[in-house]
């Protein structure tokens, strides 16, 4: 059966229901395909900073949040990925998110796109929104080269203490030796840690499929830091810990390729992958949720020159609203995944010359990357010229 919807959003992680919630604040329905059973929790928790917060707040979001999560000293805090998401699902009207809904394929049908999903159904759309991931089939058909491997892989961890675990807010990150580990409270209750490495380092190649090996390995590395940084890696279960590799997308394809192109666009992930070193992946997602929604709502809710308006002149504007969003995105995408790069390389870089000048020199740089790229306001949701 071939359905037909206005807004089609693929994806219900950050992004996708970022978007969604913007739009409908605005007073535009949209269908979120999730090709999962239930809300992706991968990565157990992220940090927000301030520009995450900025565009929480432009969306309506309640404080909730801000009262489970203590401000760190570095001016983040860390939020449990299910909560997140699920504040952000509770936003949204129902109907609105679809789950076991994995798109398989996109045809162009003149001006709208058709939809074939794996249950053997298909959909027709007037807008398509790409906030499918990493491995993003709309990238792929927007021409998006695919995000390549960094040479470095992350594990992650999410420890319990359900009597409390007593530490003061604060950030722990230390590097030696091709690794670069860290780890900070999530609420009352919860740690969240990390350990990110050089692939060089890695002997065993099936410890990325074994939770064991990978904690081991995160323990052998970290034997000389203080006790408390092995504790909460000790405290951590196995069904706890994953690993992953580190991808980006090359910063230079996004200023030469296409963000969007006629009634299709990317975001989140599937826009800029990066690697994790400033930790901007969920902040940048909101980000784009909020400016996305306000630019395509402002195309399709501005008053038209005539009165009746036919699918030619419905499709330009939307293409204009989508070309504005890919206009704000570049070069803030671009320099989101440059800094996280360089950051990366300053903090992980092995070699006496390297740990010389980022001791003296470059963490100094490397610390007023992450507070510039912290320090940004997507603006507010609201749109001018509407009906």
């Known amino acids: 059966m071939e359905i037909e919807e206005d807004i089609?959003?693929?994806?219900?992680?950050?992004?996708?229901?970022?978007?969604?919630?913007?739009?409908?604040?605005?007073?535009?329905?949209?269908?979120?395909?999730?090709?999962?059973?239930?809300?992706?929790?991968?990565?157990f928790a992220l940090t927000?900073?301030?520009?995450?917060?900025?565009?929480?707040?432009?969306?309506?979001?309640?404080?909730?949040?801000?009262?489970h999560y203590p401000l760190i000293p570095r001016g983040s805090r860390c939020v449990r990925r299910k909560e997140l998401l699920e504040t952000l699902e509770r936003e949204l009207p129902h109907g609105t998110l679809r789950y076991s809904s994995k798109v398989v394929s996109i045809e162009d049908t003149g001006y709208r796109k058709l939809l074939?999903?794996?249950?053997?159904?298909?959909?027709?759309?007037?807008?398509?929104?790409?906030?499918?991931?990493?491995?993003?089939?709309?990238?792929?058909?927007?021409?998006?080269?695919?995000?390549?491997?960094?040479?470095?892989?992350?594990?992650?961890?999410?420890?319990?203490?359900?009597?409390?675990?007593?530490?003061?807010?604060?950030?722990?990150?230390?590097?030696?030796?091709?690794v670069r580990y860290g780890y900070?409270?999530?609420?009352?209750n919860?740690?969240?840690?990390?350990?990110?490495?050089?692939?060089?380092?890695?002997?065993?190649?099936?410890?990325?499929?074994?939770?064991?090996?990978?904690?081991?390995?995160?323990?052998?590395?970290?034997?000389?830091?203080?006790?408390?940084?092995?504790?909460?890696?000790?405290?951590?279960?196995?069904?706890?810990?994953?690993c992953s590799p580190l991808k980006l997308r090359l910063p230079w394809n996004l200023l030469l390729g296409n963000i969007s192109k006629g009634n299709v666009c990317v975001a989140g992930d599937a826009l800029h992958p990066m690697t994790p070193d400033i930790g901007?992946?969920?902040?940048?997602?909101?980000?784009?949720?909020v400016v996305l929604a306000r630019c395509l709502a402002e195309a399709l809710l501005k008053k038209p020159r005539n009165e009746i308006q036919n699918e030619e002149e419905e499709y330009a504007r939307i293409q204009k609203g989508l070309e504005k969003f890919a206009k704000e995105r570049r070069w803030r995408s671009f320099s989101l995944i440059s800094a996280a790069y360089v950051v990366g390389f300053i903090q992980q870089r092995d070699g006496k010359v390297m740990r010389f000048l980022r001791e003296k020199f470059l963490l100094r740089f490397a610390a007023s990357i992450g507070r510039k790229m912290a320090d940004f306001h997507c603006g507010e949701l609201n749109i001018s010229g509407s009906k």
């Open 8 to 43: 089609v959003i693929v994806g219900g992680g950050i992004a996708g229901l970022t978007t969604a919630i913007g739009l409908h604040r605005l007073g535009l329905r949209s269908l979120v395909l999730e090709s999962s059973e239930s809300l992706r929790i991968a990565g």
């Open 48 to 67: 927000l900073w301030t520009n995450a917060w900025r565009a929480l707040d432009a969306l309506g979001i309640d404080n909730s949040l801000r009262e």
């Open 190 to 242: 919860c740690f969240y840690w990390f350990c990110t490495y050089n692939s060089s380092l890695q002997y065993d190649e099936g410890m990325q499929e074994n939770p064991a090996k990978m904690k081991q390995f995160v323990l052998s590395k970290i034997s000389q830091l203080p006790k408390q940084a092995a504790e909460v890696v000790e405290m951590t279960e196995l069904d706890s810990i994953s």
């Open 280 to 289: 901007q992946g969920g902040s940048s997602a909101l980000e784009d949720g």
């Open 116 to 178: 074939h999903l794996a249950d053997g159904s298909t959909l027709k759309t007037k807008v398509l929104i790409g906030c499918d991931g990493v491995n993003s089939l709309v990238a792929k058909w927007l021409g998006l080269p695919k995000p390549v491997y960094s040479g470095r892989s992350a594990i992650r961890g999410f420890a319990e203490y359900p009597d409390g675990h007593g530490f003061h807010p604060s950030f722990h990150l230390y590097y030696e030796g091709g």
């Open 184 to 188: 900070f409270p999530c609420g009352a």
